[in-house]
């Protein structure tokens, strides 16, 4: 038992101990919250291609979920691929677009397109207010310059007009700055895509072009390395 002389002293040390800081909890704190962070990142909307329907980014939706996407997080447009691009459609978009950004709060979203969904989807970006709106523009497989393949069906289909090279909507989207605003701008193209010719119709200036190999028009829907690559896009 301590006597009253020495209490007096232990009783201080307590008390300093109690008040003195603990700086290797604080640190290792800091980390953990940190952690519970969740990464800031845009909802991504989903465009298909012609005569398609949101069914096709089934693959890819998986891949995003995997990555740490919530379904909440994750949107896919459906349309009638057989209106005008310039008209119609861009302006469907953009509204789906405001929507979207209302349900998440979000100030811009990701854009993921194939096909004939770049076509739309750019017209948006570059006279729909899109540049404010959207964060990354991506296109697999877009016939970004037209392709050949689509005077088979341009004498009944405005869609398969526009796609067609030296079309109004091709020759405006090309006109001047093809990558407009501070949108980050990707494609990702193959050399063996039987719809869009010639393949060097994909690639845009001033955007990330990425060659895929030699996969088909619709191959690079499911593609891993593709997904990939997109997912690291998104991310960048």
């Known amino acids: 038992m301590l006597t009253a002389r020495q209490r007096l002293p232990a009783l201080l040390t307590l008390c300093l101990a109690l008040l003195a800081p603990f700086p290797a909890q604080a640190a290792d704190r800091a980390p953990a919250q940190a952690a519970d962070r969740a990464p800031v990142r845009n909802p991504v909307v989903l465009v298909h291609g012609y005569n398609a329907d949101p069914g096709v980014w089934g693959s890819l939706r998986e891949d995003l979920r995997a990555a740490g996407y919530a379904d909440s997080e994750l949107f896919s447009w459906g349309y009638d691929t057989h209106r ?139 593609d891993d390395a593709t997904s990939a690559g997109v997912r690291a896009f998104l991310a960048s």
């Open 84 to 222: 005008s691009v310039n008209e119609v459609l861009a302006g469907q978009l953009g509204a789906y677009v405001e929507e979207v950004r209302r349900q998440t709060g979000a100030a811009r979203v990701d854009v993921v397109s194939h096909s004939f969904g770049s076509l739309v989807s750019r017209w948006y970006v570059k006279f729909g207010g899109g540049t404010a709106t959207v964060g990354h523009w991506v296109s697999l497989a877009g016939p970004n310059h037209g392709t050949s393949t689509a005077w088979a069906c341009a004498l009944w289909d405005q869609a398969c007009r526009d796609m067609t090279p030296g079309s109004y909507v091709v020759k405006n989207l090309a006109a001047g700055d093809e990558t407009p605003g501070a949108v980050k701008y990707a494609t990702f193209w193959s050399d063996c895509d039987e719809v869009v010719n010639p393949d060097s119709s994909v690639p845009l200036a001033g955007a990330v072009n990425t060659p895929v190999g030699c996969l088909d028009h619709n191959a690079l829907l499911g």
